[in-house]
């Protein structure tokens, strides 16, 4: 695995946060662009590609593709991207290889949308000689735990408490498209904690 050729760090407070700074994010992407976001259950994956959805200019109404795998969401022609990339939205946790990942067929659409995959770290980086990989991460002891959430048949669900808990959002660029870090929203760096 090849070294990425930057990496940005960045602290989040709330959903609205990693929503903005991802639709900043959004604006700048273009057909072909490959996205892959890594975190635990309630990290926050989900809200951040809605956010870049909104930059896209697609059509509004992400929600996760768990149990298809896949969702296209179409660019909007009265949006603020007319004849941009549509998005293409990719749940990876059930899917065990790249083989699988070959199986659902992304290289029709990898050329003509800008293709974000949750879980997908160790199995989509064959698609594209660049990338961007994300990893967003929770407070320490937030993942998994009972909060009080939890849905029908036990399903934890992270959108309600905890939805403005603070993230750390990690970018890495990699390939010749992203030889450069794109420009993105001043919130502080974050800073390695320290111990006295």
Do not use: C
Not at 83 to 99: E, F, I, N, Q, T
Not at 128 to 156: D, I, K, Q
Not at 175 to 191: D, F, K, S, V
């Amino acid at each position: 695995m090849s070294a990425p050729a930057w990496e940005r760090i960045f602290r989040v407070g709330t959903a609205d946060e990693t929503h903005a700074l991802a639709a900043v994010l959004g604006a700048g992407l273009r057909a072909g662009d490959l996205l892959i976001l890594t975190g635990e259950l309630g990290a926050g994956k989900t809200t951040f590609t809605q956010g870049l959805g909104e930059g896209l200019g697609v059509r509004a109404g992400i929600i996760s593709p768990t149990f298809v795998l896949v969702r296209i969401h179409p660019n909007r022609p009265d949006g603020p991207r007319p004849g941009g990339p549509d998005l293409v939205h990719v749940d990876a946790y059930r899917l065990a290889s790249a083989a699988e990942i070959d199986d659902i067929d992304l290289e029709n659409t990898l050329d003509t949308a800008v293709t974000v995959v949750e879980w997908g770290r160790d199995r989509v980086e064959h698609l594209s000689e660049s990338r961007l990989e994300l990893e967003l991460h929770r407070p320490a002891g937030g993942a998994g735990m009972a909060t009080g959430n939890e849905g029908p048949g036990g399903v934890l669900d992270f959108d309600t408490g905890d939805a403005d808990e603070p993230r750390t959002i990690i970018i890495r660029g990699f390939g010749p498209r992203w030889a450069e870090p794109p420009a993105l929203p001043l919130i502080p760096p974050a800073t390695p904690e320290r111990n006295p």
